[in-house]
Nanobody, 119 residues
Framework: QVQLVESGGGSVQAGGSLRLSCKAS?????MAWFRQAPGKEREGVAR???????TLYRDSEGRFTISQDNAKTTTYLQMDNLKSEDSAMYYC????????????????WGQGTQVTVSI
């Protein structure tokens, strides 16, 4: 059974940093991070292709960086200079198909990790 397990969320003051991790039970060719704030749609934040490392970001003003470990089974999201509007549940997503930042691109999802940024 495929598992994606997120960790690293928490509470931080505006301007601070967090590093989210997503451990996958198997290799996927494409991994991504999404987030969903209360009352809002789930939106793609960043994605990375495991082969070649090509990345794609929703405009985060260069504050977020997606990366992977050498085994390509753990995907990270480094978030710097966090703002209150970054507060959301962050989800890891995976697929072995072509992928962008759309929810429908992904077939596997984690349970999420909460990020709360206070002013």
């Amino acid at each position: 059974q495929v598992q994606l397990v997120e960790s690293g969320g928490g509470s931080v003051q505006a301007g601070g940093s967090l590093r989210l991790s997503c451990k996958a039970s198997q290799y996927f060719s494409c991994m991504a991070w999404f987030r969903q704030a209360p009352g809002k749609e789930r939106e793609g934040v960043a994605r990375i292709y495991s082969i070649g490392g090509d990345t794609l970001y929703r405009d985060s003003e260069g504050r977020f960086t997606i990366s992977q470990d050498n085994a390509k089974t753990t995907t990270y999201l480094q978030m710097d200079n966090l703002k209150s509007e970054d507060s959301a549940m962050y989800y890891c997503a995976a697929t072995n198909e072509w992928c962008g930042l759309g929810k429908s691109d992904y077939s596997h999802w984690g349970q999420g990790t909460q990020v709360t940024v206070s002013i």
